[in-house]
């Protein structure tokens, strides 16, 4: 079948069911997204699929989608293509595969800008906050924005205003990428606002949405999109966020995905930095107060780390990675509290590190929890 035929599969596939829709992913998953399409517009599906599909199946408006999006100079990223972002939608994959609320990757991705989400999510940060931000709320967003785009990081957000405008804007002053994920079709400003901020981003980055051309925004669809937030990035930094803000549904997103979390910590007198010290007190997350202190804390050992014990003797990593990877057992498999509670690292830090010792062959997932991988049990002197 040609490329052209699985692109249009999906465009209908993604208008067909409201994501995350996990009865439709498991068919995709079965027979391929050309044969799923052909089965959904038929009817001749599972009761699963059917309930998920049935109120929308007739709407076959696939090249009409395609067509939309590309005037805009956009286009459909789709799992076949090689920008497609695999390594970060690895996580909800695995997090849907364990029954979390947060999992499964998203069936296609309507894009615009020119840049490959692959390569623009290889070094990526999330920067997320209350809408009703404070001015310092917003200067520490648009500062981080700034930094992180300077530094060649990716600064993700939701577009919306307060500390996601800000933090864009700061990453775009800088001259760096920025990635916007929308609740709603990327022909659609949301908010209004924030038009012109959402023409310029595709310049530098790109404007993100699973919905097709025309959706408008919904609740239920910000909840939805904020797990792709917290996918697209190697960790999320919270500036500000009340405590029923919905920023903290991407911190609960991040924390399950097994990302670091961080958040800023503000004056004890304001109600929004209450829900940032909600998560500090509670240990979800991390404290951090600079941009440095983010790019250490999201720092992969195939960049950071690795790259600073090249010349040692044996290839282990080395401070809290090296901690965390000596705590593992050989035999049966641990949780990751065990390991924190054993290598005295802090519970978010073991979460954010156990999924990139597994990247590196040290450690692995078991029924149990985690454990040595038999590689890792080779190396160093155990």
């Known amino acids: 079948m040609s490329d052209e035929e699985v692109r249009r599969a999906r465009a209908y596939l993604s208008r067909v069911a409201e994501p995350p829709a996990a009865a439709l992913a498991g068919l995709v998953a079965e027979v391929g ?62 997090a849907a595969a364990h029954g979390l609320r947060c999992g499964l990757a998203p069936l296609a991705l309507w894009v615009r800008g020119d840049g490959s989400p692959a390569a623009l999510t290889e070094r990526a940060v999330a920067v997320v906050g209350s ?29 919306a205003y307060g500390i996601d405008g800000s933090a864009h804007r700061g990453a775009l002053t800088a001259g760096g990428p920025t990635i916007a994920v929308l609740a709603c079709g990327v022909d659609i400003a949301y908010p209004s606002g924030h038009q012109g901020l959402l023409e310029r981003i595709p310049h530098h980055g790109l404007v993100v949405s699973e919905y097709p051309p025309g959706f408008r925004p919904a609740r239920h669809r910000f909840l939805t999109r904020n797990r ?50 909600e998560l500090l007190r509670s ?51 641990v949780s990751a509290e065990a390991v924190a509670v054993e290598s005295g690292v802090e519970l978010p830090r073991v979460r954010a590190l156990l999924p990139q010792l597994e990247l590196v062959q040290l450690a692995a997932r078991s029924d149990g929890g985690w454990k040595r991988s038999h590689e890792g049990s080779q190396r160093g002197d155990t």
């Open 131 to 159: 809408r009703s931000a404070s001015g310092y709320g917003q200067q520490v967003a648009a500062e981080f924005g700034f930094g992180l785009a300077l530094a060649g990081v990716t600064v993700v957000s939701g577009a």
């Open 33 to 94: 997204p050309v044969r799923a399409a052909w089965l959904v517009r038929r009817g001749e599906v599972s009761s699963a699929v059917d309930s998920q599909t049935s109120a929308r199946r007739a709407e076959d408006r696939a090249e009409e989608d395609l067509a939309a999006v590309a005037d805009l100079g956009g286009r459909l990223v789709i799992p076949e293509d090689e920008e497609w972002p695999e390594w970060p939608f690895h996580a909800l994959a695995v």
């Open 228 to 277: 792709l937030i917290a996918a697209l990035g190697e960790g999320t930094v919270v500036v500000e966020a009340g405590r029923r803000s919905g920023a903290k549904n991407t911190a609960a997103s991040t924390a399950a995905l097994g990302r670091v979390l961080m958040a800023v910590p503000g004056p004890i007198t304001s109600a929004s930095s209450s829900g940032c010290h």
């Open 283 to 333: 240990g979800q997350a991390l404290a951090v107060s600079n941009v440095a202190e983010v790019i250490e804390s999201t720092g992969r050992l195939g960049v950071d780390l690795v790259e600073a014990t090249r010349d040692t003797d044996v290839d282990l990593p080395q401070g809290e990675a090296l901690r965390v990877y000596e705590a593992l057992p050989l035999g049966a498999g």
